[in-house]
């Protein structure tokens, strides 16, 4: 709809239309009295003409009645032209008459549509309100509930405030108690460090049998211990070139001390050669609660029975472990050795830390349950004489492989044969086995895996004739015929059976 300024705007112009119709109406009224005035003095003429007729001639007659009609012809053309006007008038009224109008029209919708929306918006602003007043209730009733758990947590926070004064009370008896048994505690404390004196002194002693070791050893003997970096020092002035020093002054040997078998003899050390280029030694410094090493099979020695650490002895260079024993059930067949798959908590014992091959990649599975399979980029050794019904006849045959891809449990394992690489002791490379060079373990057959190989990497500039991308393994780990046919002279390897061996091994 129209606002109240433009209604009046357009009532101004309504009436100066109107006032010019009536200034248009009152100059017809002045034109008309004057038609009148103008045809009296017409009449008037006509009546002097008629007068002087008699009294004029001809011509006279003539000439009036040439003047009336020139009067009438003027008139006329007057009255014509004033009626062209009104009609224009009247058209040029009704013409913005209708405009106005239809401005008004278009206005009035316009102030409608206005409304509308102005109306809209209440109405959506009113809705808005009304559901900020129900959240409002709604936070109120909360509000009201919320005090009401106040209360109640201030009466609980009461009572646990009586019961802490009772228990207060009760520490306070305890604290004198426990200041007594402090007492006592000091008491035994002296007691303590005076036993402690005496364990730094046997320690000393041990020490001192150690070296007495390292100076026996001529044969140059490594234990695979934290005491023999000196010797290790010595062989590096003695030997710049690992490679050339082992052809030419022969090898050395070390002892890997096996786990017991339940009886009560020592076991007897296991003399294997030195590694080439790499040290596989381990100091108790490597040892952590929780890992699961490999230890050494009093069989063949191969490295294939698993414990957790539960406490390092480092003092008694001894490891405190709990046995994992495999989950796999086998009734009424013989025991055979299982280096991969479930296994579960066995007995606890502790070792010395020369029966420790090395470190295993683990999972837990449950509270007791660990999972030990191997990994890709793994060297392990297989039975070659495996078959489905475990039927292998000791002593074991081997063959060495590199693990190429994880387990999978459709399809298996991938594995990739290594050969001896001839004139070094332990040097593999990937190399046919009957035609073979890679194949897969199926899920079932896990089993042929007998224990894993520690090794390193050779990048080949180690020395002459070693190949780019081959594997040094462990001598410990693998078995002494695949080490004698070895190129490299062996030196005599002298068995310790000297003082303060015992407290070495287990």
């Known amino acids: 709809m129209m606002d109240c300024g433009s209604i009046e705007r357009f009532m101004t112009q ?41 009294e004029c001639d001809v011509k006279q007659s003539l000439e009036a009645d040439v003047m009336r009609l020139v009067l009438e012809m003027q ?77 109640e947590r201030q009466k609980d926070l009461s009572l646990l405030d009586e019961t802490i004064k009772a228990k207060v009370t009760e520490l306070e008896k305890r604290n004198e108690k426990q200041e007594a048994e402090a007492k006592e505690i000091e008491v035994k404390m002296n007691s303590l460090e005076v036993k402690e004196k005496q364990l730094v002194e046997r320690e000393e002693l041990l020490k001192l049998k150690e070296k007495e ?13 934290e005491f023999e970096l000196s010797l290790l020092a010595e062989k590096d002035v003695d030997d710049p070139d690992p490679a050339s020093a082992s052809q030419e002054k022969g090898r050395e040997t070390y002892e890997v001390t096996c786990i017991d078998d339940g009886t009560d003899e020592e076991p007897e ?22 890992q699961v090493w490999a230890l050494y099979d009093p069989f063949d020695h191969m490295p294939r029975f698993y414990a957790q650490i539960r406490k390092v002895l480092e003092p008694q260079l001894r490891v405190k472990v709990r046995w994992l024993e495999p989950k796999q059930t086998r009734e009424n067949k013989k025991p055979i050795p299982i280096a991969c798959g479930e296994f579960k908590n066995g007995e606890r014992t502790i070792n010395s830390y020369l029966t420790f091959s090395h470190l295993m990649h683990h999972i837990r599975t449950g509270k007791k349950g660990i999972t030990i399979n191997p990994r890709k980029g793994e060297t392990w050794a297989l039975f070659s004489d495996w078959n489905s019904d ?13 693990v190429v891809s994880e387990l999978d449990s459709d399809n298996g394992i991938g594995v990739a044969y290594l050969g001896r690489v001839e004139g070094f002791t332990s040097v593999y490379k990937p190399a046919e086995q009957n035609g073979v060079l890679q194949m897969m373990i199926r899920p079932e057959e896990m089993l042929r895996f007998s224990h894993r190989v520690p090794s390193f990497v ?48 287990v």
Request: aromatic share 6%.
């Open 14 to 54: 309504v009436r100066e239309h109107a006032l010019e119709v009536i200034d248009f109406k009152r100059q017809w009224k002045e034109y008309e009295e004057a038609m009148v005035s103008m045809e009296g003095t017409v009449r008037e003429h006509v009546v002097e003409v008629k007068r002087k007729e008699e």
């Open 75 to 151: 008139t006329e053309e007057v009255v014509a032209q004033l009626k062209e006007k009104h009609e224009e008038l009247k058209k040029e009224l009704s013409l913005t008459i209708t405009e106005k109008s239809n401005e008004l029209k278009k206005k009035e919708e316009e102030f409608q549509l206005k409304q509308d929306a102005e109306a809209r918006d209440i109405e959506v602003k009113m809705n808005s309100l009304e559901v900020k007043e129900k959240n409002f209730e709604e936070l109120m009733r909360e509000l009201e509930v919320r005090k009401q758990e106040l209360e």
């Open 458 to 505: 050779l990048t080949g500039d180690e020395g002459k004739g070693v190949p780019a991308g081959s594997f040094e393994l462990d001598p410990a780990a693998i078995p002494k015929d695949c080490l004698e046919v070895s190129e490299i002279k062996q030196e005599e390897s002298v068995e310790i059976h000297s003082l303060g061996l015992s407290s070495l091994q």
């Open 213 to 225: 070791l390292a100076t026996r050893s001529k044969s140059r003997k490594r234990c695979r211990d």
């Open 390 to 402: 475990d039927n292998r006849k000791r002593p074991y045959q081997y063959d060495f492989v590199q």
């Open 269 to 290: 050390p296991y003399c294997c050669p030195d590694a080439d280029f790499n040290s596989f030694n381990n100091t108790m410094s490597f040892f952590a609660v929780g």
